[in-house]
């Protein structure tokens, strides 16, 4: 059990950091964007919905990146007939880090505490994520006085 917390911890400290690194690039970059931007009196209605869209998919593609990650470290660690292939762990970590629990893939045995984590890790960054995307709704809609 206890080396099931630890692990757990190790990937939730590595999602955690690959969030911060992949949020605070887009933010930079969301800086230019709109400093780009500056002199005109409001952003354009195209550019305001590819700066949402482009949000999207890289919070989006982050979250894909942690879960493969994840679904790597289940692939490596769990051992018997729940995860054969890298796409049934990707599978699994992808149910499990969203929270959906289909419960049509389960692990046994020791590991079983690394999917809980994993989900409490999901919920945090699908938060995080969706704060993001609420601020840069805020401020792509926000017009000039």
Not at 96 to 114: C, H, K, M, N, Q
Request: with cysteine; glycine share 6%; proline share 1%.
């Amino acid at each position: 059990m206890l080396n099931s917390i630890l692990v757990g911890l190790l990937l939730a400290m590595a999602t955690i950091a690959a969030h911060a690194v992949g949020t605070a690039w887009w933010l930079v970059r969301l800086r230019r964007i709109a400093e780009a931007h500056e002199s005109t009196e409001a952003i354009s209605f195209v550019t305001q919905l590819r700066t949402l869209c482009t949000t999207a998919v890289v919070l989006l593609s982050l979250h894909i990146l942690e879960v493969i990650m994840w679904g790597i470290a289940y692939l490596l660690l769990v051992s018997g007939r729940a995860l054969n292939t890298i796409e049934e762990a990707i599978y699994f970590s992808t149910v499990t880090f969203a929270s959906l629990g289909y419960g049509d893939v389960v692990i046994e045995g020791p590991w079983r505490l690394l999917s809980a984590i994993q989900a409490m890790t999901g919920l945090l960054a699908f938060g995080w994520s969706s704060a993001l995307l609420f601020a840069v709704v805020q401020r792509t809609w926000r017009t000039k006085n």
